[in-house]
């Protein structure tokens, strides 16, 4: 009987018969993967008939907390969607922030997991006692803070949270998201999409359940020492200005900006787009998830929109890697890709393969319905965006995401795709930060720096990496020794963090969480002696269970790798000058760590 | 009384989770006698408590059950209250709620309100000698709300000003 941390239960969904079924989580389930990511991938495992269409009736769609969501340990704000993805056919996961996680913990429920399909739009209210099956047709086609509005005045509740799809799910772009809390997104891998394809518009959660402490007293010391060393950390006051968008400079500043769809590394309008501009012309104000003390997001207003962000990823990509050096024009997309439901890293993705290619001749007007377009055209960037959302003309092929969209064109073009196992990379040029490419190289859900986030090799910290990972090199970020190492480390500290649940900008970039730690604030939330051993052997599990995984859906040692670009293309200014990543000998030794077969 | 500054406030809710985590060694935002609203739409953040009003409407509770504190908190009593609701009917913004047969209103935490220290934006202070507002204007709006909407309808109406500023902000 789980008492303490957990909520000690499971929801299950069925969508067809509009039934519901709550049972008690197994402790032994449970403490073998925590929560959270692991929970879900394992129930994937478990349950999902994994050769089925991602977009019927039969893919599963899992919401999950953690032992420590809503707690008081700041930011324990996250949640993570799983689903076999849409858009690359393998495992599928986003997580998100806000404040959704924490009042889904609320409900007592563990893990919300959502099968079938409804056959008209309907929302899900769940409550402590279940789920109520609520018809929506004034829902379709409102935007994310309009259907939250909606919702809310209907339940008369503002404590309701709400994650909801907006048009792009609803119609079923394969890189849509799930957004809660007005702007948090579940962004990538098109978890909007599976949503969408279930006609479940959005899930509403509203609880009275308190989350309870085995050890309250111990919980508080080790949350207290937590919330100082955030406190004092010597990036606080530049991430609470900036937030990741502190990034922009920073990432130029080294010549892996990505600008131009990755063929250049810096950009020389930098200071027009970055965080600083952004922060001192149109933030407003400070916004935080979840009982967090960095408060590192923002709320804008800008003369016609305002929304809260964006994050680095988006406004690098709406800015250097399509070519646009307008900021208020990043801003606006980012609130219309928030509200419209799209995942942005993919969204300008497809459009800066559009623009690279048409640049080099190897895709004409003609093969898009007579349309062109070059770096940083506004007008035509927004009409992409507005089609992809309502798979409007050629937007109904880019609604495809960049890989599938690449087939019907030559291989020189498709070569130009910024993608692994079929997902968008995100702005971050791997030949200067080579253990982020080892990342995006072997994360479980295709090119994407989440899973590893491996922030130690910019940090410079010589000694502690010949003391963590056996060289100094681990420390420099043009080295490609010692990331594997690297990697294996990080890629279990940001996993931690997804289970547990808490932010990994906190836990794993400001280097905060560690197995100790961890272990100690598990045992008084919980009760449960999680050593900081145990701890590692099953989240080394469980990621032994994603790479399984995803070979039953038809991965091979081959699709660990990088667009050729990283590896024979040098860049050709700035600080990264004439540097290329040799990505196939640093997964070689990351499968040698790991023990896993060729 | 707590003083509240709409402006400041990011959302966090850790005056919230620091309120029912003190009072009652869990966190939950129903044990909670501060509590924080995020209205998405505007994006307006903000937590809702007692102002200690003028017209002190809770103390027309039928069994005199409420009083006031040396600090002007209003201070419930538990063996009297048959929790019949007026309290909670009667404020005009939401900031006295019965749950599970207990009334959450604020207590100031004995004059040391740990909400305060939670809040490292400096949104909320305490402020012994602060002058007490009126809510009768808002009393006649909220009538026929529940306590949610009424937060709501309160932190909209002060949001109205925040957004103002913001304009002026940016212009």
């Known amino acids: 009987m789980l008492k303490y941390g957990y909520g000690g239960r499971i929801l299950k969904i069925d969508l067809a018969e509009r039934k519901f079924k709550i049972e008690k989580t197994d402790p032994q389930w449970i403490k073998s993967v925590i929560g959270g990511r692991a929970a879900n991938t394992k129930r994937l495992f478990e349950k999902l008939k994994l050769d089925c269409d991602p977009l019927s009736h039969k893919n599963l769609l899992i919401f999950a907390v953690g032992p420590l969501t809503g707690s008081l340990l700041p930011a324990s704000a996250y949640y993570t969607v799983t689903a076999k993805s849409p858009l690359t056919g393998i495992l599928g996961d986003s997580a998100a922030g806000g404040q959704f996680a924490a009042e889904m913990k609320q409900t007592g429920f563990d893990q919300i997991i959502i099968t079938g399909k409804s056959d008209r739009l309907i929302y899900l209210m769940v409550t402590d006692s279940g789920v109520e099956f609520i018809e929506c047709p004034e829902l379709a086609g409102k935007n994310i803070v309009q259907t939250t509005q909606i919702i809310r005045n209907q339940q008369k509740n503002y404590s309701v949270q709400v994650a909801a799809i907006g048009p792009a799910g609803e119609n079923l772009v394969l890189f849509s998201t799930i957004v809660s809390s007005g702007n948090r997104v579940n962004g990538r891998t098109g978890m909007g999409a599976v949503m969408g394809s279930k006609n479940l518009k959005a899930l509403a959660v509203h609880g009275s359940k308190s989350v309870e402490f085995a050890d309250t007293l111990g919980f508080l010391e080790e949350v207290k020492k937590i919330e100082q060393d955030i406190l004092n950390h010597n990036e606080y006051r530049k991430r609470y200005n900036m937030g990741t968008t502190m990034l922009m400079k920073d990432l130029n500043r080294i010549g892996i900006l990505p600008t131009n769809h990755f063929q250049k590394g810096v950009c020389d309008y930098v200071d027009e787009v970055s965080g600083q501009n952004l922060a001192s012309t149109y933030k407003v104000k400070n916004k935080a998830c979840f009982n967090c003390n960095l408060h590192c997001s923002r709320y804008y207003v800008v003369d016609n929109f305002e929304a809260e962000g964006p994050e680095f990823e988006t406004l690098c990509g709406f800015t250097s890697r399509i070519g646009n050096r307008d900021l208020p024009f990043a801003l606006e997309m980012n609130e219309y890709l928030n509200q419209m439901g799209l995942d942005s890293i993919s969204t300008c993705e497809v459009i800066g393969w559009i623009m690279e290619c048409q640049e080099r001749g190897l895709i004409h007007s003609n093969d898009l319905d007579d349309f062109s377009i070059a770096w940083g055209e506004k007008d035509k960037i927004k009409e992409l965006v507005k089609m992809i959302t309502f798979r409007q003309g050629i937007g109904n092929k880019l609604a495809e995401g960049t890989t599938k969209l690449s087939q019907n064109f030559s291989e020189e073009a498709r070569k130009l795709v910024m993608q692994v196992k079929g997902l968008d990379i995100i702005c971050g040029d791997p030949r200067g930060i080579k253990g982020y490419g080892l990342t995006y190289a072997i994360a479980s859900r295709g090119g994407d720096h989440l899973r590893a986030e491996p922030f130690f090799e910019l940090t410079n910290r010589k000694q502690e990496a010949k003391k963590r990972f056996g060289t100094e090199k681990a420390a420099d970020r043009l080295a490609e020794e010692g990331k594997a190492a690297l990697v294996c480390y990080s890629e279990k500290i940001a996993l931690l963090t997804d289970c547990l649940t808490m932010c990994k900008n906190i836990g794993l970039c400001m280097d905060i969480l560690n197995f100790e730690k961890a272990s100690k604030l598990l045992k008084t939330a919980t009760g449960i002696d999680y050593s900081p051993e145990y701890l590692q052997n099953i989240l080394g599990d469980a990621i032994d269970l994603d790479f399984k995984l995803n070979r039953r859906f038809g991965m091979r040692r081959e699709d660990d790798a990088l667009p050729g670009r990283f590896q024979n293309e040098p860049l050709k200014e700035g600080p990264t000058k004439g540097s290329t990543i040799d990505i196939q000998r640093m997964v070689d030794e990351y499968y040698e760590i790991h023990g896993w077969k060729r | ?171």
Not at chain 2, 83 to 103: H, K, L, N, Q, R
Not at chain 2, 117 to 142: M, Y
Request: charged share 25%; net charge positive; with cysteine.
């Open chain 2, 1 to 171: 009384m707590i003083k509240v500054n709409i402006g400041k406030c990011t959302g966090c809710r850790r005056c919230e989770t620091t309120c029912a985590f003190f009072h009652t060694g869990k966190v939950n935002h129903h044990l909670s006698r501060i509590k924080v609203l995020n209205l998405y739409e505007t994006g307006i953040d903000g937590p809702i408590v007692c102002v200690q009003c003028q017209e002190r409407y809770c103390l027309r509770c039928p069994v005199e059950a409420l009083s006031i504190g040396a600090m002007g908190q209003v201070i419930a009593s538990p063996t009297v209250c048959t929790f019949c609701g007026y309290c909670e009917e009667s404020c005009p913004i939401g900031a006295i709620e019965i749950f599970d047969v207990i009334v959450y209103v604020c207590d100031l935490c004995g004059g040391k309100p740990k909400c305060v220290e939670a809040c490292t934006e400096k949104a909320i202070v305490f402020d012994e000698n602060g002058e007490r507002p009126s809510l009768a204007d808002i009393r006649e709006e909220t009538k026929k709300m529940n306590p949610s909407q009424k937060r709501q309808f309160y932190l909209n109406k002060l949001g109205m000003e925040v957004r103002k500023q913001w304009r002026k902000q940016i212009a």
